[in-house]
C-alpha cells in the first residue's frame, strides 16, 4: 500500500506542477477517494500540504527566472 500511495502522491505532484487544477480535482484524478486522506499522505511524503507545495514551486519558478 504504501508504494501506491508514493506513486499517487508523486503523480499529483506532476499535476500540481503541470497544471492549474484545483487541489480536489488532482486528489481523486491521482486515485484518492477521501481528501483529508490525500491531505495526510502527501504532508507525510513530500512535508508540505499540497497548497503549500504549489506555492513553493511558483515561488521557485519565479526566483529562477
Request: net charge positive.
Given at each position: 500500500?504504501?508504494?501506491?500511495?508514493?506513486?499517487?502522491i508523486t503523480h499529483a505532484c506532476?499535476?500540481?506542477?503541470e497544471t492549474t487544477s484545483p487541489i480536489t480535482d488532482i486528489c481523486f484524478e491521482s486515485g484518492f477517494n477521501n481528501f483529508s486522506h490525500f491531505n495526510a499522505c502527501f504532508r507525510a511524503t513530500t512535508?508540505?500540504?499540497?497548497?503549500a507545495y504549489r506555492k513553493h514551486l511558483r515561488l521557485t519558478v519565479v526566483h529562477d527566472v
Open positions: 500500500m504504501a508504494f501506491l500511495n508514493d506513486f499517487r506532476k499535476l500540481l506542477a512535508g508540505m500540504s499540497p497548497t
